[in-house]
């Protein structure tokens, strides 16, 4: 299984940006998909999750920004993240598993390589 993440970026505050994370591969091995941060000197920590049937859990300081979505028909899930703000910044990694709807990384098997969201 791979996932491939793209659509990283430098924004502004209050700016935009949707993240995609493609799955190739034993597809049908993922159930649960999830989107961890790092910046840097942190750990990584789970931002958003989301099973096949679009059950959803978000890390608290990210509700109403954040929308996490997939597309099971292309194997490819995203990141929508709105009113961006400096905190934000991180790399951002895609994960995928089989354990259940969770932000924690012990859960997750399969990883992206990541990309850089820099908000300024």
């Known amino acids: 299984v791979q996932l491939v993440e793209s659509g990283g970026g430098s924004v502004q505050a209050g700016g935009s940006l949707k993240l995609s994370c493609a799955v190739s591969?034993?597809?049908?091995?993922?159930?649960?998909m999830a989107w961890f941060r790092q910046a840097p000197g942190k750990e990584r920590e789970g931002v958003a999750a989301i099973d096949r049937l679009g059950n959803t859990d978000y890390k608290e300081s990210v509700k109403g920004r954040f929308a996490i979505s997939n597309d099971n028909a292309k194997n490819t899930f995203y990141l929508q993240m709105n009113s961006l703000k400096p905190e934000d910044t991180a790399m951002y990694y895609c994960?995928?598993?089989?354990?259940?709807?969770?932000?924690?990384?012990?859960?997750?098997?399969?990883w992206g390589q990541g990309t850089q969201v820099t908000v300024s």
């Open positions: 591969g034993a597809t049908y091995a993922i159930r649960y």
């Open positions: 994960a995928g598993g089989n354990y259940g709807l969770s932000r924690l990384q012990a859960e997750y098997i399969y």
